[in-house]
């Protein structure tokens, strides 16, 4: 109402609310939203002149390596990444060491997030044989985002490749379950196809039909299963082909690596720095994908942020470990992508902010609404910049994107009303909660 006192004012922004995009202010009390337009005083005012204010972004897949070595990454300097680049929370994956299986995993992760994750949070936890039978438990663990299912090797010990095992886990519990779709039998088969001292033969090993191979099994089981999945980092256009298909019971995610990057140039350029699982592709695949992104099939851009060492990364091809970071330049990445017109500001927002709350049950998350949670990603849409070394905060310390000019940028990074980066400088404290979602929340629960 005209008069009324809030925390935070956002003035003068561009606002990408659910139904247009207009310039409005917003107010911001406890934490939440509290009005959007009109009149107001407010103990802090954050002038937007010139900037777009999007939903915060959540990217639903990243690694941050802990508990581990510590290395590569922690959650401190993962988070820390993650909101310089824009992004509000994130979904963290369980293939540390040692993994997130067990209910104790679970609940040592969230004592080690707490004060020290500067963004929101929720983790996966890793489907194995053993805990097949108790994935129904623990997917209703206060926060966590779900089960992983890993159906090839890549980083860590968690590997499930046989079906029944696959269908044991499917049939406990009811969450989205997230999968990595290789298929383990035909990598074993295909090992003799990696060239030693040559990463570009990394995609000729884990060829597109390893990908289509799994992702045809894992739908299969959860038609037979009724279970709802969610596969990640798709890299072929015949798996999105085939799962436009399928959308009522699988959702999918496509990352900016494989959007952006192709095997002509990636492997010559950046050798074993290019090195992912599933791998960056050629370009005719790159293409496939932003087809299938304009037919509306990928319901998720998420970073699958894979650090690891420069160290690490230096040894000879196939002794260096596959995977790149990726979380502090989702956003710029895809506002890239936007200023060239691949695909719409509105877009990225479903797939960034309203998708993985759609998919996932997230509670006052995904949109700029009265009542949600005062969660922003701020941005200057036509800043045109260089992705430069020492911008990055991930602990691995390189990014393959380096030197890369793109046009738009991250400006401010807000979460439940408090600026946790502005301008490149993080002015406060970490300020990270666990996500609450729709499966795992009880309404005496809900702050």
């Given at each position: 109402m005209p008069g009324t006192s809030y925390d935070l004012v956002l003035k003068n922004g561009t606002v990408a609310l659910p139904d247009q995009t207009v310039t409005v202010d917003v107010f911001v009390r406890d934490g939440r939203i509290a009005r959007i337009g009109g009149t107001g005083s407010a103990d802090r005012t954050l002038d937007c002149t010139g900037l777009t204010i999007l939903p915060g972004v959540i990217d639903t897949q990243v690694h941050f390596r802990e508990p581990g070595p510590g290395d590569a990454e922690d959650l401190e300097s993962g988070s820390r990444a993650a909101v310089l680049g824009g992004v509000t929370g994130v979904f963290?994956?369980?293939?540390?060491?040692?993994?997130?299986?067990?209910?104790?995993?679970?609940?040592?992760?969230?004592?080690?997030?707490?004060?020290?994750?500067w963004c929101e949070h929720a983790f996966y936890v890793g489907a194995t044989t053993d805990n097949a039978e108790q994935c129904g438990e623990l997917e209703k663990l206060p926060g966590t985002a779900g089960i992983k299912i890993f159906m090839g090797s890549s980083t860590g010990s968690l590997l499930v490749s046989d079906d029944r095992i696959l269908e044991r886990v499917l049939r406990s519990g009811s969450r989205r379950v997230a999968i990595h779709a290789e298929d383990e039998d035909r990598l074993l088969e295909r090992v003799g196809h990696r060239v030693a001292g040559d990463p570009s033969s990394h995609p000729v090993w884990r060829d597109e039909e390893t990908a289509m191979r799994a992702t045809r099994r894992i739908v299969a089981l959860a038609r037979r299963t009724g279970r709802r999945i969610h596969v990640l980092h798709v890299t072929t256009p015949a798996e999105l082909e085939f799962l436009s298909a399928n959308k009522d019971i699988a959702s999918c995610e496509v990352t900016p690596q494989h959007l952006t990057l192709a095997a002509e140039e990636a492997y010559p350029e950046l050798g074993t720095l290019a090195q992912m699982n599933p791998p960056i592709r050629n370009r005719t695949a790159r293409e496939g994908l932003w087809y299938w992104m304009g037919q509306g099939v990928p319901d998720i851009i998420g970073s699958d942020h894979a650090p690891h060492t420069m160290t690490a990364k230096e040894r000879s091809y196939p002794d260096s470990p596959s995977g790149m970071p990726g979380v502090q330049t989702l956003l710029p990445l895809m506002l890239d992508h936007v200023a060239q017109g691949r695909l719409t500001l509105r877009k990225v927002v479903d797939m960034t902010s309203a998708g993985p709350q759609r998919l996932f049950g997230l509670v006052r998350k995904g949109r700029i609404a009265v009542g949600y949670d005062a969660d922003f990603s701020i941005v200057d849409l036509e800043a045109r910049w260089e992705i430069r070394q020492d911008w990055l905060a991930s602990r691995c310390g390189w990014s393959p994107f380096v030197g890369r000019t793109l046009t738009g940028r991250p400006v401010g990074t807000i979460i439940r009303g408090n600026t946790v980066m502005w301008e490149g400088e993080l002015p406060g404290t970490a300020v990270g909660e666990p996500f609450r979602f729709d499966a795992t929340d009880r309404p005496q629960d809900v702050r």
């Open positions: 963290e994956m369980p293939n540390t060491r040692p993994p997130t299986d067990t209910p104790e995993a679970v609940a040592d992760k969230l004592a080690r997030a707490r004060g020290r994750m």
